[in-house]
Every structure is written in structure tokens, then in C-alpha cells.
């Protein structure tokens, strides 16, 4: 499906078309905007929603081994403590004693300021968690913490989904949602932002394991980027040094994607050993071993964690997809999307305003809407309606024209190639049906 090879390397084209084709802009604009916070338009929660079923598809629907939760985004704040967030959850933050402007002691450049190259501080650490407090009384009682991770709220359910659905190691649970970090330099379009979706599955195996389930887990995680378009060539592999691993970490690998400024973390999958069911234990007085029958012992597993950002990977694949090619005097902008990711599946554009074909184009459309996601436009020509339709990656433009009032067959343009084919009517679904589920 791809052909191109060309990368954008300015990121300030993919921030001007996500706004002006709706899919994402800044957020709270009627105000005067706020820092950092983006929204997403329709065509925007299509992409990220489309990304997000993809991922539980491939760790959940087409698995026997892994089972997906929805855990409170507020957990009991013990939660925090246990896991070390409360106390290693920081980074370490820097003044500008010239410009006051506030960084992270790893952004700095020969330990200067990277904007005025003036002194700083000394490092402190800054802790990232949201804090809130639950009720009306704002008192040390009542802290509470917006959950920097989704992961916590697996292990403390852990015990209790294994024995409910009578899973034994290796097995996993995965879960989608908001996470919140109050980021000291945020920015770099949805990037990094203080809230943020994550994609995570925590994976229990049996204790010495886990360095084969991680290599596993770093390959399967890699394939899905690739199987949904990221191209090889813009990703790649690297380990965590020592001295960078988070508190909990055995041995992390990201994966890294080429953003149009710099190589950054798409996900990290990092074994975890039993770091966070012995610390939950220790907090909770819960025992979260179990009884295994075969070696007759109480075990208490091993994790590994494939831990991917939502936000994240919606951006590598607006920035992978994103493509220009010469068109004449102009330049034709082609969102090269998966089609299985496209937000709209396919356009369906009569050939003329004609009710005889505009009448047929709505039939067909209603036809197709059923099974997937459809635009519908007659309005201008059919070469500025089909440009229309790549600038958001549509990869299907179905036109119905005078030889389908004859014979019963449409035209349908594909993106990448914009070679056209006449398909039976009576076949389209089933003809998207392929082309989609497997790109
Ligand atoms: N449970 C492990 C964990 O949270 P992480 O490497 O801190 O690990 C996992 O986060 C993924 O979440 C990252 O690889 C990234 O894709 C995404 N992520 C983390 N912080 C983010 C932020 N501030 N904005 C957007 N995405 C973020």
C-alpha cells in the first residue's frame, strides 16, 4: 500500500492540516487558547478510536491469553505510595536564573539554560502526579491523585480477574485510557501533554520467564506498528541504559520513531519483574500469590509491560502517513493512512448532480455506512472532491456515473495508486471488506 518515501520534516504542516481538515486543534480557542491542550475533531477521534481498536484487537480479540479491563482513573491514593510513585515519580527540574524559564536537568545544553544559555539551579526534584483532593475539605485527608499510569489499576485488580476467569500465567490484561502527568516542558503537538491516552498490557508470567516473554513482547509490538503502516526505516530499537530505567524496571527497550525533530519514545516494554505485586502485597496485607497445582507452590508472577501511548502513536501515524507529490502546478497532500485506520473508509461522489446518479450515489451510501464508516459529497469537481478526500486519507472513492445506470457498476478510485476499477455493486461491500481488513 505505501509508495512513498518521503518524510515530512516540518512539523508545523502536520499542526496546520490536523487543524484545518478538524481532526485535532488546540484546545479552549474561544479563551485565547490553552498551553499544551489539544482537542480532537471528528476525523480526529476516528483515527485515534480506530488506532485503539486495532490495538486491543491484536492484544485482546485475536488472543486467548489476554483480557481487557476499564479500571478508576482515581484509585486510592495507598495505590501511589505502594507503587513508588509518590516517592520516584519525579523529574529532576531547573531555573533559569536569567529567563526563569523552567526545565528538565536532562534538556539542558553544557548545563545551561537551552534558550538564553543562562545559569540555573540546582536540580530538585519535581513530582509529576496531578494532585486533587475527593470532597469538600481540601485537607492532607483528602489528597487524591489523577493516575500518571494506567497500569496500577491492573495489579491491584490482578488477583481477583485471574481467579474470575480462571487464568493462569502466561497471561495478560490490557487496558486503554487517560493518564495525566504534569509535564515541566510539554509540547511538540500532542507529543507530550499533560493528559494523554495510554495503550498498556501488563503480562504475567511464570518467575524466570520473563526475558523470553520480553523479547516476545518487543517483537509482536514492533510488528504491529509495521502491519499498520509505520515504515521500518522511521523506527527502531533501543535499550535503556542503567541509569535512565524507570524504579520498577529490570531492563526497558523503546521503541523509537523518527518525529520530524528527533528520534522519541513510541512505547517502552519493560520487564518489570515482581516489583509491584510484592510492593501491593506489602501495602495492602494482601497476598496476590497464587496456588499452582502443577509445582504445588504459591507463586507470585512476573510482569512484562508492552506500555504504548495513544496520543502518541496517533501522531507517528499522522506523520508517517503524511505525503506530498507534485500535481501539475499544484501539490497533491495525501494522508497515506492503513485503511483499516482511515478515519473515513471511503467517499462516495457522483459523477455529475444529476438525481439520476445522485439518487443511485445515496443508495450505495447507505448501503455502505452500515459496515463502514462513509462521507458522501457531489458538491465541485470530481478531481477537487477526490483531493479533498486524500488530504484525509480516505483510501476508497466510489463513483457511481452514467455506464453504472446500464450496467450496475462503480468506479472506485484508489488513493495511493488513483488508478480506478469498475466493481459489480453487488460486490463493493464485500470488495472494501478485503481491502480494508487486510490493507
Ligand atoms: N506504565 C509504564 C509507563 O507509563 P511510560 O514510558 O512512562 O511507561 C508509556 O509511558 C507510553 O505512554 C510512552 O511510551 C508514551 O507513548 C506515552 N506517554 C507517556 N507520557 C506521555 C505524555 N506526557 N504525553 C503523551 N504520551 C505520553
Not at 77 to 99: I, M, Q, Y
Request: proline residues 6%; charged residues 30%.
Amino acid at each position: 500500500m505505501r509508495q512513498s518515501t518521503f518524510h515530512v520534516d516540518d512539523m508545523a504542516k502536520i499542526v496546520s492540516l490536523a487543524k484545518r481538515r478538524g481532526l485535532i486543534f488546540p484546545s479552549s480557542e474561544i479563551y485565547g487558547g490553552f498551553a499544551n491542550s489539544w482537542d480532537y475533531g471528528p476525523l480526529g477521534v476516528l483515527l485515534k478510536e480506530n488506532i485503539k481498536a486495532a490495538w486491543m484487537q491484536s492484544m485482546a480479540q485475536d488472543r486467548d491469553d489476554v483480557v481487557p479491563i476499564d479500571s478508576s482513573i482515581i484509585l486510592a491514593p495507598r495505590v501511589w505510595e505502594a507503587s513508588g510513585h509518590l516517592k520516584n515519580f519525579t523529574d529532576p527540574l531547573v531555573d533559569c536564573k536569567v529567563c526563569h524559564k523552567r526545565w528538565r536537568a536532562d534538556e539542558l545544553r553544557d548545563g545551561r539554560c537551552p534558550e538564553c544559555g543562562g545559569e540555573v539551579t540546582a536540580a530538585r526534584p519535581f513530582n509529576l502526579m496531578f494532585k486533587t483532593y475527593i470532597g469538600p475539605v481540601e485537607d492532607e485527608a483528602a489528597v487524591a491523585y489523577l493516575r500518571p499510569e494506567t497500569a496500577q489499576g491492573i495489579f491491584i485488580n490482578f488477583k481477583s480477574i485471574m481467579t474470575t476467569y480462571r487464568l493462569k500465567p502466561p497471561f495478560g490484561i490490557a487496558q486503554l485510557g487517560k493518564s495525566f502527568r504534569n509535564e515541566i516542558t510539554p509540547g511538540n503537538f500532542i507529543f507530550r501533554t499533560r493528559e494523554f491516552e495510554q495503550m498498556e498490557m501488563e503480562f504475567f508470567v511464570m518467575p524466570g520467564t520473563a526475558p523470553e516473554w520480553l523479547d516476545y513482547w518487543v517483537n509482536e509490538r514492533k510488528d504491529w506498528y509495521e502491519r499498520y503502516g509505520l515504515r521500518t526505516d522511521n523506527m527502531r530499537l533501543r535499550e535503556h541504559t542503567e541509569d535512565e530505567r524507570a524504579h520498577y524496571s529490570r531492563g526497558t527497550f523503546d521503541i523509537e520513531y523518527r518525529f520530524p525533530w528527533d528520534w522519541g519514545e513510541l512505547e517502552g516494554i519493560a520487564d518489570r519483574g515482581d516489583f509491584d505485586l510484592t510492593q501491593h502485597e506489602e501495602f495492602s496485607g494482601e497476598d496476590l500469590r497464587y496456588f499452582d497445582e502443577a509445582t504445588k507452590q504459591h507463586i507470585r508472577p512476573e510482569v512484562i509491560e508492552p506500555a504504548a501511548g495513544a496520543t502518541r502513536a496517533t501522531l507517528a501515524f499522522l506523520v508517517d502517513a503524511y505525503d506530498e507529490e507534485p500535481d501539475g502546478d499544484e501539490t497533491r497532500v495525501v494522508l497515506r493512512f492503513h485503511p483499516a485506520l482511515a478515519p473515513v473508509k471511503a467517499a462516495i461522489l457522483p459523477l455529475q448532480r444529476k438525481p439520476e446518479l445522485t439518487n443511485l450515489a445515496k443508495e450505495l451510501r447507505s448501503k455502505v455506512r452500515r459496515r463502514y464508516l462513509t462521507q458522501y459529497d457531489e458538491t465541485g469537481s470530481i478531481g477537487r472532491r477526490y483531493r479533498r478526500q486524500d488530504e484525509i486519507g480516505t483510501p476508497f472513492c466510489i463513483t457511481p456515473d452514467f455506464q453504472s445506470l446500464e450496467d450496475s457498476t462503480v468506479t472506485v478510485r484508489d488513493r495511493d495508486s488513483m488508478t480506478q476499477e469498475r466493481i459489480p455493486i453487488d460486490d463493493l461491500t464485500n470488495w472494501l471488506e478485503d481491502r480494508i481488513e487486510n490493507g
